[in-house]
C-alpha cells in the first residue's frame, strides 16, 4: 500500500516524511526526498526488519501481534524502530537453532507449557505456542518438541501420582485445542503429495498423537485423514475403502500392552483393502509387537513421517512388502 505521510513542525510545514515503498516496507525521506539516517533510531517497514532478522516479514508482523516488538501503524503500513529490531536480533537465537548454551530451543517453553497445561491455563499455553511461532518456530517444530514433549511430562507425572487423572484428562484436551490452532499454519501449498489416513484401534482411547502426526504430515505436503481414537476395525477399513485412492494408512498406539484389535486392523487395511501400513506410537517402545510380516514399526513422529512418506511415494514397493517382502525398518 502505497502514500506519504509527513510530520509537521510547529510552524505547520511539512517537516520530514514517511514514505512506503511497499506493502509492510517504509523508509524515513527529508524534504530533499533521500532517506534518513538519523542512526538506529529510524523506523523501518517489516519487510526491511525481517532483511534485518534474517525472517520472512509475517514472522516480524507476529512479533507486533505478539508484543515482542513495539510498533505503530502509518496508513496501511506497520513501522517500528530499527533499534529495536537490532536489539532483537541481538538477543534471540537463529531460526532452527540452538540456545546460548546450546540446548534445543524450545526446552525452557516446554516447561511453561507444562505449567499453564497443568493449571488449565488454555489462554497462557497458546500464548507460550504463539511466542514460539513469532520466534519463527515451524508448526513441525511447535508440535513435535514442545506439545508432545509437554505431554510427554504431564503423563509422567500422571504414572508417579503427582497429577491426577482428571487434571491429565483437563491438559490433554487443552493439547488438542492448541494443535488445532497451530495446525492453521501447518498447510503447504501447491500440488498435494497423496493421502494418508491415521487412527486408533479399537480399545485404543488415546487420539492426541494421531492428531499431532496428522499436521506434520500436512505440512509436508499430504491431505490426511485422522479417524482419531478407538475405531472399529470394519469401519476404519471401510473408511479407507471410500477415500480411496490412500497412499498409506498409519495406525497409532500407545496403550501397554497394545489394544487387542490392533492386529485384525493391520491384517484387513493390507488385505481388504490392500494399502501399506505403518504403526506407530509409544507402545511400539515398550512392546514387541507381533505384526504380520513387511508391517514397518515407528518409534517417534519423525520416524512414522518418514516411513509414511516414503510409503505414498513408492506404494507398489510397499505391497510387495506386504505379500512378504523384507520388513520395513
Do not use: C
Amino acid at each position: 500500500m502505497s502514500g506519504e505521510a509527513g510530520e509537521r513542525g510547529e510552524d505547520g510545514e511539512s517537516g520530514k516524511g514517511t514514505e512506503s515503498t511497499e506493502v509492510g516496507e517504509s523508509r524515513e525521506v527529508g524534504e530533499d526526498g533521500e532517506s534518513s539516517e538519523a542512526g538506529g533510531s529510524r523506523e523501518i517497514g517489516l519487510r526491511e526488519a525481517g532483511g534485518v532478522l534474517g525472517v520472512h516479514y509475517m514472522t516480524v508482523y507476529r512479533y507486533v501481534r505478539t508484543g515482542r516488538l513495539a510498533a505503530r501503524r502509518e496508513g496501511g503500513d506497520w513501522l517500528v524502530h530499527r533499534a529495536e529490531v537490532e536489539a532483537l536480533r541481538g538477543g534471540a537465537p537463529a531460526p532452527g537453532g540452538r540456545g546460548r548454551r546450546g540446548r534445543p530451543r524450545h526446552e525452557a517453553r516446554v516447561g511453561r507449557l507444562v505449567t499453564t497445561l497443568l493449571k488449565g491455563d488454555e489462554a497462557g499455553a497458546w500464548a507460550v505456542i504463539e511466542e514460539a511461532l513469532a520466534s519463527g518456530a515451524t508448526t513441525r517444530a511447535v508440535d513435535i518438541e514442545m506439545i508432545a514433549a509437554a505431554m510427554r511430562e504431564v503423563g509422567e507425572r500422571w504414572r508417579r501420582g503427582s497429577v491426577s487423572v482428571a487434571a491429565e484428562h483437563r491438559a490433554s484436551v487443552i493439547a488438542h485445542r492448541l494443535v488445532a490452532r497451530a495446525g492453521a499454519h501447518a498447510g503447504r501449498r501447491g500440488r498435494r503429495r497423496g493421502t494418508i489416513v491415521l487412527g486408533a484401534p479399537a480399545g485404543e482411547m488415546h487420539s492426541l498423537p494421531s492428531a499431532l502426526l496428522a499436521d506434520v504430515l500436512r505440512a509436508e505436503g499430504f491431505e490426511v485423514h485422522d479417524l482419531g481414537a478407538n475405531v472399529p476395525t470394519d469401519d476404519f477399513v471401510a473408511l479407507v475403502a471410500s477415500v480411496a485412492p490412500v497412499q498409506a494408512v498409519g495406525v497409532v498406539v500407545t496403550a501397554s500392552p497394545p489394544a487387542p484389535a490392533l492386529i485384525p486392523l493391520v491384517r484387513e487395511l493390507r488385505e481388504r483393502a490392500g494399502v501399506p501400513v505403518v504403526v506407530g506410537g509409544a507402545a511400539a517402545l515398550t512392546n514387541q509387537l507381533r505384526l504380520p510380516a513387511g508391517v514397518p514399526v515407528s518409534r517417534s513422529t519423525e520416524e512414522a513421517t518418514s516411513l509414511l512418506a516414503g510409503a505414498a511415494r513408492n506404494p507398489h514397493r510397499a505391497g510387495a512388502d506386504a505379500a512378504g517382502g523384507p520388513a520395513g525398518r
